[in-house]
């Protein structure tokens, strides 16, 4: 579980929450079903418009990633490729085979099936890497719905304040309005300005640095799959794949 993430939104909730106290607006001031309707339904309707389904979905199945990103053990991958390693040099790739339906990572399982096939390394390089380009693009445009969110929200919470202060022109001849009037117009631009840059923009970034280090490991694998079909020494594809632990 990653504790940064969830302390990041419990901080945001203080930081608009307790503002909102100290500068003496009031809770009921951060509440306005019409912002709530322009700034996040409109959100939700410009993101539906802007993305293909197919990565919509995906964008829900990987936010959880920002609580909960796959779990990452390098120095467990790198022992397990050594033992890989050194169990070719005994018994040959042939003798890899049991070790390919243990594998619950697809992506390593279709890797150590090439090389127990006996497929080229330059093939099984050129595969794997198409498999891995093609993974990462889609997980990084699921990434990126939550970056047009934080786009466009901001924008809509302007709208939702023209809005508020259209209204209010309306009620010029009573002065007692116009107060609370004022007030509710500028929730929409909280809704819009805050919900970009402390959940939107940061939920974005945080699903690209998981992608950027699942991609780290794919090309590991890689390397360390080319490195026993090349029949390399254990010591040197320790030394090669040490790189990748920092």
Known sequence: MDILSLLGLLLALVSLVGGSLLKGAGLGSLWSSGAFVI???GTVAAIFLHTPPAVFRRALRIVGWVIRPPVS???ALLAQILEWSNLARRQGLLGLEPQV???TDPFLRKGLQMLVDGVEPEQIRHMLEIDLNT???QELAAARVFEGMGTYAPT???IGAVFG???VMKNLADPGKLGHGIAAAFTATIYGISSANLLFLPVAAKLKSVIARRTGEREMIIEGLIAIAQGENPRNIESKLAGFLH
Request: hydrophobic share 45%.
């Open 39 to 41: 700034v996040i339904v």
């Open 73 to 75: 053990d390098r120095e």
């Open 101 to 103: 339906q243990e594998q």
């Open 135 to 137: 993974q990462e693009s």
């Open 156 to 158: 809509l919470g302007i």
């Open 165 to 167: 202060l259209m209204a």
